[in-house]
């Protein structure tokens, strides 16, 4: 429409707030809107219209008083904006016809009073702006084309081009008729001779938002990208496209991104199309959705595509439907079928193309993990589909909420890329001794060669305190990173850093006191390493002194093994933090050697597999759960038969080559996430007998402890179930317990349990498998 337009309508407004280079950065109302008709074919010009808009806040600041000579009593009678451009367009299209034109184009002087003034509060306030204001020409992109030898665009001004055509700038005229009055002069001169120029560069502001997907191969340029924090959870895509109103987001431009339990974090990384839009963006830094004001940070592309490229064909077929609503449906049964699903839909919400519109996130083995997501064609079918939001399918309800393309591409890439359990061919294991004093569990001393960080931002990782810690960073002792995790699991704003003496530690805390990090200054005391035993161990360090840790596991860091030992050159080479490991290995029963030469092994089956250059963002060297939890390597080739030879003790050289599978192993899947080893434990405590007592009666468990029978007739409550029949009593060592975790350290809703003979795991599977765990069906497989 723009470039073949009969005439142009040069248009300026003001806000409330800052005008000119920062127009919108601080969400104030427009106040003011100025317009003249300029006749392209004719040269003339028509009627200068000056409308006073009433906004709902009627309030101004100092500066806009003085540059637009308005108080707020002068807006107290004016129409409010929805009403000033029915009023703009009534006016223009009548002018337009008298001129016998058929259509008309914005011209402004900046972008800003458009994309980052008009389109937003219109957004909010639910104005339907009309066609004309999603394009417009810039007249000093236009002026810059006309006149190349002139200043570049950015230092561009209205009084530089009329100074630069030999025309006096506009006087004695109030804001909005001077800046209108010097354009409409300015675009006479560009259409004359000898320059007769034809006004083309359009510029277009997009209707909505285009979803689509993302290949990790493609490039993404870093200057188009930033990152909105402070997010609604339940936001969407389209939501956040909503509150950039006014800029062209990229096609499948937003991507929600995921905490360690998939769940939304309330951030986002947006890319625009340009480096333009994007430095417009950065200006809405603390602009509110709703009621909550959201921050807006520059990012990079390797950032974007880390959430929001992906791999995988299926998903990229899934996808490939446009115009899609899309659906996530989160706590499916490991049963459900795309049948099931449908059916739970119902035939109000239909979905597209049926079966084909329903995409089921499984692991690498291809296990289902209870997500799935769904296209509808329709908002309406979208709509009627989330009405089922925690409605019951089979035992389980399901939680149903908007999804975008960049978060089914997350949700696979999260699955796919950390397999639990591998399906690969088992890689050897090099054993290291477990020392009689691990350093991650650092004797007690009163030297003082440790300081506290207090006040960390949640978001902290160990990248950011070396950055924090700047030149001292060289003092740290190797694995001295200790970040402390509250109950949940979640950082806590506190971590410990071990330094090489006390004197490096006393440095630290004289410069890095309250030095910032991430908007908040943080706290830098120095400590003794007693005090930081203590609190790693659970206990509390404040003004009132140290508090012992509670009679209990401590929750520390996320229950994953850190390669703590020091390492032979032949296997790895130095390093100060070691990427962490899923499994807690226990010691063999049959060695009784000292304790410095004590060895602990991997069942065989299922192997355990680490990928040593796997990326993770788990808490860095923090103290395992366990004291007995040691860390192991992937080794290679001949790296065992070297490590066998080189054993100081004989029996240990016999365990490390033989590493025996000791009795029945059991998997339990479907776990509720805050599962600890105690709640296993109670869930075994008695079932149905189901054999002769005398089969069973006697034999031993992992740990010493024996099957005993329990007295006829006796009543078992567990979990507010009561049974009236003879039980058996099972009592399990925490040792045979192993919860696996993901590498986000949270629990990934399995574990493996060890009995004494693989008739008892049997038997334990036949009775308990598909039983209610807290609520969740749990299912169990005997792994042979």
Same mark, same amino acid.
């Given at each position: 429409?723009?470039?073949?337009?009969?005439?142009?309508?040069?248009?300026?407004?003001?806000?409330?707030?800052?005008?000119?280079?920062?127009?919108?950065?601080?969400?104030?109302?427009?106040?003011?809107?100025?317009?003249?008709?300029?006749?392209?074919?004719?040269?003339?010009?028509?009627?200068?219209?000056?409308?006073?808009?009433?906004?709902?806040?009627?309030?101004?600041?100092?500066?806009?008083?003085?540059?637009?000579?308005?108080?707020?009593?002068?807006?107290?009678?004016?129409?409010?904006?929805?009403?000033?451009?029915?009023?703009?367009?009534?006016?223009?299209?009548?002018?337009?016809?008298?001129?016998?034109?058929?259509?008309?184009?914005?011209?402004?002087?900046?972008?800003?009073?458009?994309?980052?003034?008009?389109?937003?509060?219109?957004?909010?306030?639910?104005?339907?702006?009309?066609?004309?204001?999603?394009?417009?020409?810039?007249?000093?992109?236009?002026?810059?084309?006309?006149?190349?030898?002139?200043?570049?665009?950015?230092?561009?001004?209205?009084?530089?081009?009329?100074?630069?055509?030999?025309?006096?700038?506009?006087?004695?005229?109030?804001?909005?008729?001077?800046?209108?009055?010097?354009?409409?002069?300015?675009?006479?001169?560009?259409?004359?001779?000898?320059?007769?120029?034809?006004?083309?560069?359009?510029?277009?502001?997009?209707?909505?938002?285009?979803?689509?997907?993302?290949?990790?191969?493609?490039?993404?340029?870093?200057?188009?990208?930033?990152?909105?924090?402070?997010?609604?959870?339940?936001?969407?895509?389209?939501?956040?496209?909503?509150?950039?109103?006014?800029?062209?987001?990229?096609?499948?431009?937003?991507?929600?991104?995921?905490?360690?339990?998939?769940?939304?974090?309330?951030?986002?990384?947006?890319?625009?199309?340009?480096?333009?839009?994007?430095?417009?963006?950065?200006?809405?830094?603390?602009?509110?959705?709703?009621?909550?004001?959201?921050?807006?940070?520059?990012?990079?592309?390797?950032?974007?595509?880390?959430?929001?490229?992906?791999?995988?064909?299926?998903?990229?077929?899934?996808?490939?439907?446009?115009?899609?609503?899309?659906? #996530?449906? !989160? %706590? $499916? @049964?490991? &049963? +459900?079928?795309?049948?099931?699903? /449908?059916? =739970?839909? *119902?035939?109000?919400?239909?979905?597209?193309?049926?079966?084909?519109?329903?995409?089921?996130?499984?692991?690498?083995?291809?296990?289902?993990?209870?997500?799935?997501?769904?296209?509808?064609?329709?908002?309406?079918?979208?709509?009627?589909?989330?009405?089922?939001?925690?409605?019951?399918?089979?035992?389980?309800?399901?939680?149903?909420?908007?999804?975008?393309?960049?978060?089914?591409?997350?949700?696979?890439?999260?699955?796919?890329?950390?397999?639990?359990?591998?399906?690969?061919?088992?890689?050897?294991?090099?054993?290291?001794?477990?020392?009689?004093?691990?350093?991650?569990?650092?004797?007690?001393?009163?030297?003082?060669?440790?300081? #506290?960080? !207090? %006040? $960390? @931002?949640? &978001? +902290?990782?160990?990248?950011?305190? /070396?950055? =924090?810690? *700047?030149?001292?960073?060289?003092?740290?002792?190797?694995?001295?990173?200790?970040?402390?995790?509250?109950?949940?699991?979640?950082?806590?704003?506190?971590?410990?850093?071990?330094?090489?003496?006390?004197?490096?530690?006393?440095?630290?805390?004289?410069?890095?006191?309250?030095?910032?990090?991430?908007?908040?200054?943080?706290?830098?005391?120095?400590?003794?390493?007693?005090?930081?035993?203590?609190?790693?161990?659970?206990?509390?360090?404040?003004?009132?002194?140290?508090?012992?840790?509670?009679?209990?596991?401590?929750?520390?860091?996320?229950?994953?093994?850190?390669?703590?030992?020091?390492?032979?050159?032949?296997?790895?080479?130095?390093?100060?933090?070691?990427?962490?490991?899923?499994? +807690?290995?226990?010691?063999?029963?049959?060695?009784?050697? *000292?304790?410095?030469?004590?060895?602990?092994?991997?069942?065989?089956?299922?192997?355990?597999?680490?990928?040593?250059?796997?990326?993770?963002?788990?808490?860095?060297?923090?103290?395992?759960?366990?004291?007995?939890?040691?860390?192991?390597?992937?080794?290679?080739?001949?790296?065992?038969?070297?490590?066998?030879?080189?054993?100081?003790?004989?029996?240990?050289?016999?365990?490390?080559?033989?590493?025996?599978?000791?009795?029945?192993?059991?998997?339990?899947?479907?776990?509720?996430?805050?599962?600890?080893?105690?709640?296993?434990?109670?869930?075994?405590?008695?079932?149905?007998?189901?054999?002769?007592?005398?089969?069973?009666?006697?034999?031993?468990?992992?740990?010493?402890?024996?099957?005993?029978?329990?007295?006829?007739?006796?009543?078992?409550?567990?979990?507010?179930?009561?049974?009236?029949?003879?039980?058996?009593?099972?009592?399990?060592?925490?040792?045979?317990?192993?919860?696996?975790?993901?590498?986000?350290?949270?629990?990934?809703?399995?574990?493996?349990?060890?009995?004494?003979?693989?008739?008892?795991?049997?038997?334990?599977?036949?009775?308990?498998?598909?039983?209610?765990?807290?609520?969740?069906?749990?299912?169990?497989?005997?792994?042979?």
């Amino acid at each position: 429409m723009a470039s073949h337009s009969d005439t142009l309508v040069v248009f300026f407004g003001a806000t409330a707030g800052a005008n000119g280079g920062k127009l919108g950065s601080d969400e104030r109302e427009i106040i003011l809107l100025v317009w003249q008709i300029v006749d392209l074919h004719e040269k003339k010009v028509g009627k200068l219209h000056r409308c006073l808009v009433k906004p709902d806040t009627l309030e101004l600041t100092d500066q806009c008083k003085e540059d637009t000579g308005l108080t707020a009593e002068d807006l107290v009678e004016a129409e409010p904006l929805d009403k000033v451009l029915q009023q703009f367009q009534q006016s223009v299209s009548l002018e337009v016809k008298c001129l016998g034109r058929s259509s008309f184009t914005l011209c402004v002087d900046s972008p800003l009073i458009i994309r980052q003034a008009l389109h937003p509060e219109a957004s909010k306030k639910n104005v339907v702006l009309p066609e004309c204001f999603f394009s417009f020409v810039d007249v000093k992109k236009e002026f810059h084309k006309c006149c190349p030898n002139a200043s570049p665009v950015q230092t561009l001004t209205l009084a530089s081009m009329l100074e630069y055509v030999g025309l006096p700038a506009a006087s004695e005229q109030s804001m909005g008729e001077m800046e209108v009055s010097s354009m409409v002069q300015l675009t006479l001169q560009i259409l004359a001779e000898p320059h007769n120029h034809k006004f083309s560069c359009v510029e277009t502001v997009k209707y909505k938002f285009d979803s689509g997907t993302c290949s990790k191969s493609e490039p993404v340029d870093s200057e188009t990208v930033i990152r909105a924090r402070g997010l609604p959870w339940q936001s969407s895509d389209q939501d956040i496209a909503r509150f950039f109103k006014g800029l062209s987001i990229a096609k499948g431009g937003v991507a929600l991104c995921l905490n360690a339990q998939g769940r939304r974090n309330g951030e986002a990384l947006v890319r625009f199309i340009n480096s333009d839009h994007r430095d417009l963006a950065l200006e809405r830094h603390k602009h509110h959705m709703g009621s909550r004001y959201i921050e807006v940070y520059k990012a990079t592309g390797e950032e974007f595509l880390k959430i929001a490229g992906g791999t995988s064909n299926e998903v990229a077929q899934f996808l490939s439907k446009e115009n899609q609503v899309i659906i #996530r449906m !989160r %706590g $499916l @049964p490991f &049963t +459900a079928t795309p049948q099931e699903v /449908l059916s =739970f839909l *119902g035939s109000e919400s239909p979905v597209t193309d049926g079966a084909e519109g329903l995409l089921f996130v499984k692991y690498p083995d291809g296990r289902p993990t209870g997500d799935a997501f769904v296209l509808f064609s329709c908002e309406e079918y979208a709509q009627n589909a989330l009405k089922r939001h925690k409605q019951i399918l089979g035992k389980r309800y399901i939680e149903l909420f908007r999804s975008t393309a960049a978060e089914v591409q997350q949700v696979l890439n999260r699955y796919m890329s950390a397999p639990l359990i591998s399906t690969l061919p088992p890689s050897p294991i090099m054993p290291v001794p477990v020392l009689a004093t691990p350093p991650y569990l650092p004797a007690a001393s009163s030297s003082r060669d440790c300081v #506290r960080l !207090r %006040g $960390l @931002p949640y &978001t +902290a990782g160990i990248e950011d305190i /070396l950055e =924090f810690m *700047g030149e001292h960073t060289v003092d740290i002792k190797p694995h001295g990173v200790h970040m402390v995790l509250n109950q949940q699991g979640r950082p806590s704003g506190d971590a410990f850093i071990q330094m090489r003496s006390p004197d490096k530690s006393f440095m630290v805390a004289q410069k890095c006191h309250k030095k910032t990090m991430k908007d908040r200054y943080v706290e830098v005391f120095q400590c003794s390493t007693e005090e930081m035993s203590i609190v790693l161990m659970g206990g509390t360090l404040n003004r009132s002194g140290l508090s012992p840790p509670p009679c209990k596991l401590p929750c520390l860091s996320p229950p994953t093994a850190y390669a703590a030992f020091p390492t032979p050159p032949a296997m790895l080479s130095e390093a100060l933090y070691q990427p962490p490991l899923l499994a +807690a290995p226990r010691p063999h029963p049959s060695i009784t050697h *000292g304790p410095a030469h004590t060895l602990a092994y991997y069942p065989p089956q299922p192997h355990m597999y680490m990928n040593m250059n796997m990326n993770y963002t788990a808490y860095y060297p923090s103290p395992p759960v366990s004291p007995s939890t040691v860390g192991y390597f992937a080794a290679p080739p001949g790296a065992v038969a070297a490590a066998v030879a080189a054993q100081p003790h004989p029996a240990a050289a016999t365990a490390s080559s033989v590493m025996p599978q000791h009795g029945g192993l059991v998997r339990m899947q479907g776990l509720p996430y805050n599962t600890g080893v105690k709640d296993i434990l109670s869930f075994f405590q008695g079932y149905q007998q189901c054999g002769g007592r005398n089969e069973i009666e006697g034999l031993q468990l992992e740990g010493g402890t024996r099957w005993t029978p329990a007295p006829p007739q006796q009543k078992l409550n567990w979990r507010g179930q009561t049974h009236s029949h003879r039980t058996l009593n099972i009592k399990l060592q925490p040792d045979a317990v192993l919860i696996l975790y993901n590498f986000s350290g949270q629990c990934s809703g399995e574990a493996l349990i060890t009995f004494h003979s693989e008739e008892i795991a049997r038997r334990a599977v036949a009775e308990r498998s598909n039983h209610s765990f807290y609520g969740q069906q749990v299912h169990m497989v005997l792994c042979n």
